[in-house]
């Protein structure tokens, strides 16, 4: 079955960096989109990026510049590098895929993705 596994969060003291990884399986990875989401206590899910089958990349405002998504589809894994970590990035962080449409690309749409891990933990201390 579809499955996406995120790991790599932690605890980090502003300034510093994390790479988060997405693995996925039991479908053909390499042809869809995969988006990060993440969501803070007390507040709504957001989009962070989102990246196509062939690597194009987009990335919320909020986080241009310090969030980098990539994918290796030799490996089934998306990548989100994320530099000068702040207090106001801790939260859960998501991957997704849609299987159809363009939710992710047409305004990180979270109700379109088909596919969603159980997430991982960023907290973020000053």
């Known amino acids: 079955q579809v499955q996406l596994v995120e790991s790599g969060g932690g605890s980090v003291q502003a300034g510093g960096s994390l790479r988060l990884s997405c693995a996925a399986s039991g479908f053909s990875f390499n042809t869809y989109t995969v988006g990060w989401f993440r969501q803070a206590p007390g507040k709504e899910r957001e989009g962070v990026s989102c990246i196509s089958n062939t690597g194009t990349t987009i990335y919320a405002d909020t986080v241009k510049g310090r969030f980098t998504t990539s994918r290796d589809n030799a490996k089934n894994t998306v990548y989100l590098h994320i530099d000068n970590l702040q207090p106001e990035d801790t939260a859960t962080y998501y991957c997704?895929?849609?299987?159809?449409?363009?939710?992710?690309?047409?305004?990180?749409?979270?109700?379109?993705?088909?596919?969603w891990g159980k997430g991982t933990l960023v907290t973020v201390s000053s």
């Open positions: 997704a895929t849609e299987f159809y449409g363009s939710s992710c690309f047409m305004g990180f749409n979270s109700q379109g993705m088909d596919y």
